[in-house]
């Protein structure tokens, strides 16, 4: 709910992902909403659902607080893997991690190492400021009530960690975007995930030999008969 991203951090995130969504086009989607535990929605090409899935979603919809970026991660490849499972071909997986990048301990280089061992690249988006913002408190209506503070009084800032971010997408082979106050860098997504597909269709690209031999047949074929009948000539003369 951080205000250095206008509206904040969530509203924004949630414009710019329906933003996203709409330059793709035939691509299954699933989400993945996390604090301290994980909110999932099963990947479909059906994105009107999708989008109704976030739109009114609010921090009071997951209880548990934080950031456990590790337990993103292995939700979001759990899902892909399920896929997998289900057969048929798979395109390539990608995951897309919108956070502030402030983890707590639920060890996201791990679930990094396990996305890269299946060939999942993660693209990281930091969104938030490197110097920190404070953090509104709200009520269930979702209005301000002053800023959340720690056990000792002091009010706590929520600070963009970009070193963690960047590890986790350099480690699946992805790549680590900022989004500030005014480019969240959606274009970037879209061009990444463009030349990812374009990759991957080139890598796909089979050699096929067209059989040409059945047009050499029907000269072969006259050649014989040819060479059949001057034979029958020169015996007729002899």
């Not at 109704?52 to 456990?68: E, K, N, Y």
């Not at 056990?151 to 082979?173: C, F, M, N, P, Q």
């Amino acid at each position: 709910m951080a205000k250095d991203i206008y509206p904040s951090r969530l509203e924004r995130a949630k414009r710019e992902l329906e933003r996203l969504m709409d330059r793709l086009a035939g691509d299954r989607i699933g989400l993945v909403a996390f604090a301290g535990e994980t909110l999932t929605y099963p990947p479909t090409t059906d994105y009107a659902a999708v989008k109704l899935f976030w739109r009114d979603m609010t921090p009071s919809d997951i209880p548990v607080g934080g950031t456990a970026i590790g337990r993103a991660l292995k939700s979001g490849l759990d899902m892909l893997k399920r896929l997998r499972a289900q057969g048929g071909e798979t395109r390539g997986q990608v995951i897309l991690l919108l956070t502030d990048g402030e983890d707590t301990d639920s060890e996201p280089m791990e679930m990094a190492d396990e996305a890269a061992k299946l060939g999942v690249k993660v693209f990281a988006v930091g969104i938030g400021s490197r110097s920190g913002e404070l953090v509104p408190e709200v009520n269930e209506e979702g209005q301000a009530q002053g800023y959340v503070k720690d056990r000792e009084g002091k009010y706590v800032t929520s600070r963009l960690g970009e070193d963690l971010l960047s590890k986790i997408a350099a480690r699946t082979g992805g790549e680590y975007l900022r989004a500030d106050a005014r480019h969240f860098g959606v274009e970037a997504i879209e061009a990444a995930l463009v030349g990812l597909k374009r990759t991957e269709n080139e890598a796909r690209l089979v050699k096929r030999y067209d059989e040409v031999c059945e047009y050499l047949l029907l000269p072969a074929f006259l050649l014989l008969l040819g060479e059949a009948c001057l034979n029958q000539r020169r015996r007729r003369k002899t």
